[in-house]
């Protein structure tokens, strides 16, 4: 199967910044598209920033200009760099990745989450 391991979140001031790692692992065919979310209290979950295997990349409104989103091919492996963070941006941030892997002989596409990692913002 295929895991992701999440890393970086943490308490920081307004204005602040954090660096979010996802690697994922495991019978890893190809990995498509590499993004992040995140789900604040008492909201859905929301797409935060996007990128395709080729390098193009989405973000959300609230976050362009603040974050940059980047990933290693090489390590199956994508960051969330956040700059001039907000208590707005409070929220559990959650890796998720579109890929292909193989089980057996079998070849499958997959939607896997990682487990979360609290980002908090204060003012």
């Known amino acids: 199967q295929v895991q992701l391991v999440e890393s970086g979140g943490g308490l920081v001031q307004a204005g602040g910044s954090l660096r979010l790692s996802c690697a994922a692992s495991?019978?890893?065919?190809?990995?498509?598209?590499m993004g992040w979310y995140r789900q604040g209290p008492g909201k859905q979950r929301a797409l935060v920033a996007n990128i395709a295997s080729g390098g193009g990349s989405n973000y959300a409104d609230s976050v362009k200009g603040r974050f940059t989103i980047s990933r290693d091919n090489a390590k199956n492996a994508v960051y969330l760099q956040m700059n001039s963070l907000a208590p707005e941006d409070t929220a559990v941030y959650y890796c998720?990745?579109?890929?292909?892997?193989?089980?057996?002989?079998?070849?499958?596409?997959?939607?896997?989450w990682g487990q979360g990692t609290q980002v908090t913002v204060s003012s």
């Open positions: 495991g019978s890893i065919a190809s990995i498509n598209v």
């Open positions: 998720n990745v579109i890929l292909k892997y193989d089980i057996g002989m079998l070849r499958v596409n997959g939607d896997f």
